[in-house]
């Protein structure tokens, strides 16, 4: 990622926006998927007995 040389300006502004809100959705699906991941381990764990 090039955060240091982004240019200033209105278009500066605006890519780092667009960038913001990908890293938000970014960020939203990867703790959407951790959650998801933990239901199904903690569902196996449940259904099958660890002996």
């Keep these: 990622m090039d955060h240091d040389r982004c240019p200033k300006g209105l278009a500066g502004h605006k890519r780092r926006l ?6 938000v959705a970014f960020r939203t ?6 959650i998801g991941y ?3 381990v903690v569902a196996l764990a449940h ?3 660890l002996r």
């Design 18 to 23: 667009g960038a913001w809100r990908r890293e």
């Design 38 to 40: 933990a239901v199904v």
């Design 29 to 34: 699906i990867l703790l959407m998927a951790a």
């Design 47 to 49: 259904h099958v007995p």
